[in-house]
Nanobody
């Protein structure tokens, strides 16, 4: 079992920055894939960014060049640095852990981009 706890969400103005974090606990494997997904009201959940083994990253097209995902395996933590935020980035952001066919989700945190 893996537990994921997100933190760092909140309200930010357009053009601003925010960093969210996700701490994993339980049976953590360093070669797992961890990532962030988001779901806006009335929309499907979509990939924001993922990171594998600390170095291989993948980004959703809408955040490419603005968001950066990183991982600290010693702390079992994955970070998402969000810059140049837009109102359309408003969503509930979910942390994800995947390894060996097992998929886990955090409860999600709300990020609101508004003036």
């Amino acid at each position: 079992q893996v537990q994921l706890v997100e933190s760092g969400g909140g309200l930010v103005q357009p053009g601003g920055s925010l960093r969210v974090s996700c701490v994993a606990s339980g049976s953590i494997v360093s070669t797992s894939v961890m990532g962030w997904y988001r779901q806006a009201p009335g929309k499907q959940r979509e990939l924001v960014a993922s990171i594998h083994s600390g170095s291989v990253t993948n980004y959703g097209e809408s955040v490419l060049g603005r968001f950066t995902i990183s991982r600290d395996n010693a702390k079992n933590t994955v970070y998402l640095q969000m810059n140049s935020l837009k109102p359309e980035d408003t969503a509930v952001y979910y942390c994800n852990y995947w390894w060996g066919g097992q998929n886990y989700w955090g409860k999600g945190i709300l990020v609101t981009v508004s003036s």
